[in-house]
């Protein structure tokens, strides 16, 4: 059984520009959780998707944003990035609730915004 | 809004030793609590899951206790070893904005065992 991958692993962008990462969600996981980890910190919930929805956002900018596609992939979307974005990304998948709920990491990207 | 804090924010230990890791939690209105690793540069492991209804879990020298009624959980580490160094994040799954189960963390223990 594959696990959650991520791609690409590091990536390094000018301030302005845009960045897409992208998530390939566990097998049989519907659910995909992004999280943003700034150097020294526990990671902040971004937002998540269930069946191509965002169903649940936290307290970051619309510039963050997401898609979810048929096959349970998912990509975040960073437009007009800022110092601050600099930060490992990570990913993670859920199966079907009603099951024993957790949520499976990927290793994560790291960003760097120059 | 859920706040998930960790004490002692770092620690340092001789080889040997056994030692308590701190998480406190505000709401306990949580699904789970997670505990995990995370070496310098890298992502996260998973170590333990400890449903709401349990009150602990073991895996090899770790052990999880969790205390929902008074928002707290311990990591416990019997017989530490340099190998053990690396930073320890504390999680719980709770109801977010919308429908969405999402984590809190908290900033982490720093732990370094010295050989």
């Known amino acids: 059984e594959t696990g959650v991958t991520q791609s690409p692993t590091h990536l390094i962008k000018t301030r302005g520009q845009q960045v897409t990462l992208r998530c390939s969600s566990q097998?049989?996981?519907?659910?995909v959780s992004w999280y943003q980890q700034a150097l020294g910190q526990g990671p902040q919930f971004i937002f998540q998707?269930?069946?191509?929805?965002?169903?649940g956002r936290g307290n970051f900018p619309p510039r963050f944003s997401g898609l979810q596609f048929p096959n349970y992939s998912s990509e975040l979307n960073v437009n007009a990035l800022e110092l601050d974005d600099s930060a490992l990304y990570l990913c993670?998948?859920?199966?079907?609730?009603?099951?024993?709920?957790?949520?499976?990491f990927g290793p994560g990207t790291r960003l760097t915004v120059t | 809004k859920q706040e998930v804090t960790q004490i002692p924010a770092a620690l340092s230990v001789p080889e040997g030793e056994n030692l308590v890791l701190n998480c406190s939690f505000t709401?306990?209105?949580?699904?789970?609590l997670q505990w995990f690793r995370q070496d310098p540069g890298k992502g996260l492991t998973s170590l333990l899951l400890?449903?709401?209804?349990?009150r602990e879990q073991t895996s090899g020298r770790l052990n999880a206790s969790l205390d929902k009624s008074s928002g707290r959980s311990t990591l416990y580490i019997a017989a530490s070893q340099p190998g053990d160094s690396a930073t320890y994040l504390c999680?719980?799954?709770?109801?977010?904005?919308?429908?969405?189960?999402?984590?809190?963390f908290g900033s982490g223990t720093q732990l370094t065992v010295l050989p």
């Open positions: 097998s049989g996981h519907n659910t």
């Open positions: 998707y269930y069946r191509e929805e965002e169903n």
């Open positions: 400890i449903q709401s209804s349990q």
């Open positions: 993670a998948s859920s199966p079907p609730t009603g099951t024993a709920y957790e949520q499976y």
């Open positions: 709401d306990s209105a949580i699904y789970n």
């Open positions: 999680a719980v799954l709770h109801l977010s904005s919308g429908s969405a189960r999402q984590l809190t």
